[in-house]
């Protein structure tokens, strides 16, 4: 399929869990009544974000995937014949848990997940209290409108992980995300800080010459101090911006990707032909010194 109209889902949650699947749903109805094939919801979307804190009882939002939500998501997914991918906090066993994102293909069935491989511990992000390190690897869904490949929020930072994915087949980089500013900051930070979460994802884009899909979270969480950011958005394999959200609006728009663009980027940067896979054995080193 030569292009594919991509559903994103930027919206505000609530400490109500069944609340924000709700929401969810309506929202992903709302994409697929304006053309959506995929649809794309943000990281974590059934709860607040919890990670701001390391409370034990946080652990009770936690589920099977499969499971509940991929249940009524599945079901979801075939009513509407839309693709749907899903970020859910996942219980794999007693005391073992991971960050999730689940995809649902459009018929319904479940096609597999992925588990986030960067976890980070920062101030207001304490998510090594809560996340297993992924152990699935990168991972690509072959679903009904296109081959897609899933990172979560904190992987966006890491080309390697980009481009391993986009080296798997992947003809676009989806990024579910949950990420803000603290109130307290100033505007300048603020900017700077948004500018460099966006232009690493757009240069993921540009360096494998496939589309980039990054979808966050948006409104005040964490009593006030933390308000997340929203400005998802959608590129081309140039990097070059075709949808943009606000900072504090709910927005759920419909986006068309022409996936037939990857071979024409790729001819004219050929960034992949070029690649100099013999000299990069150094990668897997932590730090190149004489230790």
């Known amino acids: 399929m030569a292009k594919v109209k991509i ?13 924000n699947l709700d929401k969810a749903i309506e929202k ?6 304006k053309g959506a094939q995929i649809v794309c919801l943000q990281e974590l979307f059934t709860s607040l974000y919890f990670c701001d804190v390391e409370d034990y009882n946080n ?12 249940e009524v998501l599945g079901a979801l997914a075939k009513e509407l014949g839309v693709v749907i991918i899903a970020s859910l906090f996942e219980k794999r066993a007693e005391g073992l848990y991971h960050n999730t994102t689940a995809v649902l293909d459009a018929d319904g069935t479940y096609l597999g997940k992925y ?34 490949g899933i990172l979560i929020c904190w992987d966006q930072w890491y080309p390697e992980a980009a481009r391993i994915t986009a080296l798997m087949g992947a003809e676009i980089l989806f990024y579910p995300t949950a ?22 994802q757009r240069s993921h884009a540009v360096a494998n010459g496939i ?13 006030g101090a933390m308000k997340f950011w929203g400005g998802s958005f959608a590129t081309n394999g140039q990097g070059k911006l075709i949808y943009l ?3 504090d609006n709910e927005e759920t728009e419909v986006v068309e990707l022409d996936l037939k663009e990857a071979d024409n980027f790729r ?25």
């Open 245 to 247: 959200a606000s900072h």
């Open 179 to 200: 990420i803000g500013w603290a109130t307290e900051q100033d505007e300048e930070t603020n900017k700077d800080q948004y500018n460099a979460w966006q232009t690493i």
């Open 28 to 33: 992903t109805r709302e994409a697929a009544a």
């Open 115 to 148: 588990r986030k491989m960067h976890i980070p511990d920062d101030p207001a992000y304490y998510e090594k209290f809560y996340f297993t390190p992924g152990d699935l690897g990168y991972k690509v869904f072959k679903t009904k409108f296109a081959t897609i």
């Open 211 to 223: 589309p980039v899909v990054s979808v966050n979270r948006v409104g005040f969480e964490q009593n």
């Open 59 to 70: 652990f009770s939002l936690a589920e099977s995937i499969p499971g509940p939500s991929t």
């Open 7 to 19: 559903g994103m889902v930027q919206m505000s949650c609530t400490a109500d869990k069944q609340e």
């Open 267 to 291: 001819m004219h940067w050929p960034f992949l032909r070029d690649r100099r896979i013999d000299s990069y054995q150094p990668i897997t080193k932590r730090y190149i010194d004489e230790n």
